[in-house]
């Protein structure tokens, strides 16, 4: 049991003695100047158990006649209620108070009534707590008997709840086996399942797999005995329109055996606990809470790639009170309306378990419920769990409110995006077929939800990536891909860009789509032409951007400052529609956010406080012309200067574009550097050889398999055997097999200062963009140069040159880098070119009224350029956002020349002499130069090598050079480590045997490479 834990000398509790001295001092005495702070006392101690203050909360009375507003009520993530409090005025006389309360209806069990020197507190039917608390203790022992109070009966299932939570995953997994064994066996189940297969390809999911429809039978046994013993509710699979369908497979599934509970049996010891203390609980919120927790523990612990594609989590009660609210406000502002209204239409189209349209109906007037509910509200969802969830939610609220029992029938279980299709015909059985069609038919007003969002697989060998839907995919090319300014649109796959997508096509007219997603889009640059589309499609838009970005910073942890508890940035979105007639040209945008150090608890706490949107103090957000809505920080001066390259440029049939270099490339992204990187040549070709031949059997496997199966089902994703990416997948369905080729092992540019092998191949590197053009074989290694910079939208502005392929990621994490070469090549590496275009000599020679300068002096004055500290300081943020473009600064010369100092310095940073370290020798320890893990003293002057050798005297100015969020120092530390990498079991050894001191050299010459850099940096003349 969790106990509370507070002291006397906590500002919060002493917070409320001052704000009682102040009291009584200034004479005053009412219940509303004690209870702010008293307020937040118990938000602090809430917050230890999870559990939010919801203050002025609404509670039925338990004959439904009226709702009393009690001062405060303690709920957790699920909106269970777990105390309430009330607070009264000095003068009050406490027990008569207390007594008029209890006569009108108030709850007995754990509320607390608070005088501002007096608690008493009520449990079970009870007086348990009745204490005059001008001494602190007597305070914080009454909160404690608060917090730490659990019913007796609920406390047993609270207990049975946490059990069964561990237990949902070895659950599935007997279910699963259950299932397995019976279609080796049972010939009636064999052809059952066979069938539901053909109908979920024919109606769901073309590529469905056998595992998701496995997964779609234990989702009905696991729920469906929930339903029948924990809810005593053994009516729900015959009437419910699917879950009757599916139990014609159940029953050939249990065929053989003398009953279900027969076919059951061996998985009742996971049930005996939560089946019994069921029994003995009537409330339906803490049974539903309940669901709430297999649905996310099922999908997160059992069918984690579904959870991760289909975003399966439960929605913060806080985030849906305040967009169902919103939605409210709007409606009646903006059009006159109400969700009560009769023609507005409104539909959650990822629906989960419920939560919106739950909340929904408790804000649709009660006279008006059992219209809405029979024609009005409408909700998809494409899994079978969920599905049931939110039809038994949803009919259970409707029970509470009217007192009857109506089946919701404006559930659909389909796939949203799927409606977008005009062809398909059926939607699994004739009834949701029915309800489906209807939908379609409807005029929706109003669109509610949480969207799924992941931005596509990362890993191929996992096997859940996102599906493609033919017409929506096409509608986010045509609309949000059209005209982007980014060359990587892959983001734009993410399902609730699709979402946005549908809702915005969904609506028609007028409307309001309400969405809580991903807050990406706001600013990220491959969603400029979203932007532009969004601000051109509807009148309004609202971001109250939650941040919780971990990404981003790094300094903020999932878990604690995200309202989902994730890693990406959410964001609450309202976009109105109005009719054409009164719509502006451009949006009216608005903007808001939270600050991203609040914990999630706060940013939940300001959210009910706030309680719709009409509350938040919105800051007008003005476009710029690149559709950029947050531009803290760009300068339009930038806008000025000339471009290195543009994506119009680098696309145009033209060579002499108006830019300065025709043509730029993203380096290599392999997908499996373990695989095909590596610091040795015998051991790279090594594990080539091992990959390419398992891939080969792959293939050999594949051609002899004569059962119908997709490739995702078929390949061995063990990624100690192979990595996957979609192009290898291809290729395999192909049946293409692959011979190894020495000659494409070529040395690499992995990282700053540090080379290593790659295997250059265009199926076993997942994107080689423009590289084979650039660096086509090793003559061009000895005479191409590089620039490398961030792409645009990189967190990091750095730049380095080289004079071989470069990685993808050079500068780590996720900043994908560009780079301009100076000559490019056709792939055979004849028919050098110089890559700068004739456009550009022409206007240095113009701007200088020098024709001496030469196209080599443009690139390293570039190179200067991009290394000036006015330059990155001043344009970082145009920098994050497009590809560099360069001023021309007031003497050519002296950049021209420094920008060839550093150029040199950085591609041949091996040749550099090595600064004179001095050796700390080890007498204890062998001779040894073997690198196993570096580290850098406190201080930064020594680094410790390894046991036997310690390099002291690094000077403190080498810290100075950066690259991206690292010295150059700290590159080497970084990057010359032995690591293994997790999934794949790969040993990555940066010792060079015919070359032990390499490091130790390697380091010197790093340090000179810094101190010089720093030192050409420190005199350049004033850029502009
Ligand atoms: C983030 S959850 C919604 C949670 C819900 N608001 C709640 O509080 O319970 C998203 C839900 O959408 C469903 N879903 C995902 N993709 C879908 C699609 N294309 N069509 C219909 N439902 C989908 C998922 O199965 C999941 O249950």
Redesign the pocket.
Known sequence: MLTLNIKPGHKSVKAYYEAISSLSELGVSHEGAVSPAFASLLRHCANQFNQTLIEKYPLKTSNHDHILFIDGALVDSFNLVHGFWEAKDTSDDLNKEIKKKFDSGYPKNNILFQAPNRIVIWQDGGKVFDEDISKPENLIEGLKVLFEYEAPAFEQWQKAVEEFKLKVQELATGLLQLIEKERQTNSLFIQAFNDLIQLCQETINPNISIQAVEEMLIQHLLTERIFRKVFNNPDFVERNVIAHEIEKVIAALTSQYFSRNDFLKPLDRFYVAIETTAATIDDFSQKQSFL?TV?EKFFQGFSVKVADT??????PQPI?KFIVKSVEHILQKEFGRSLSDKGVHII?????????ILWIMREIKRSRLPYKYASELHC????LL?YYITSMNIEHEYYEVTGNYQPFEGICL????DLSKVKQLSFFTKENTARVKRQQNTPIFVIV????YNAGQVNENDNNKNRKYEEIDKRVSQTYARGSKATLLRKLND?YVKAIRWASDRIGDEGIVAFVTNNSYIDGVTFDAMRKCLSQEFSEIHVLDLGGNVRENPKLSGTTHNVFGIQVGVSINFLIKKKKTDKPKQAKIYYSRLDEFWRKEQKYDFLNNKQHMGNIEWETIKPDAKYNWLNTGMRTDFESFIPLGTKESKTSKEINVEAIFKLFSLGVATNRDEWVYDFRKDKLEKKIEHLINNYNLEVFRFSSNTEPVTIDDFVNDDPSYIKWTDRLKISLQKRQTITFDSSKIRLSMYRPFCKQVLYFDHLLNQRRYRQPVIFPDTLAEAENHIIIVPSFGSKQVSFFMAQLIPDLNFFAGSTPIQCFPFYTYSKDGNNRQENITDWALAQFQDHYHDNSISKLDIFHYIYAVLYHPQYSEKYTANLKRELPRTPFAPDFWEFAKAGKQLAGLHVNYEGQTEYPLTWLENKDAKVNYRVDRMTLSKDKTQIIYNDFLTLAGIPPEVFEYRLGNRSALDWIIDQYQVSTDKRSGIVKDPNKLDDPQYIIRLIGKVVTVSLETVKIINSFPELQ
């Open positions: 709430n649905y289909h975003g399966i989590v439960y929605t849906v959650d189209p990822f629906v989960g378990t419920g939560n919106f998809n969802e494409v899994m969920p389909v796939d949203t995006f939800g949480n969207p799924p399902p």
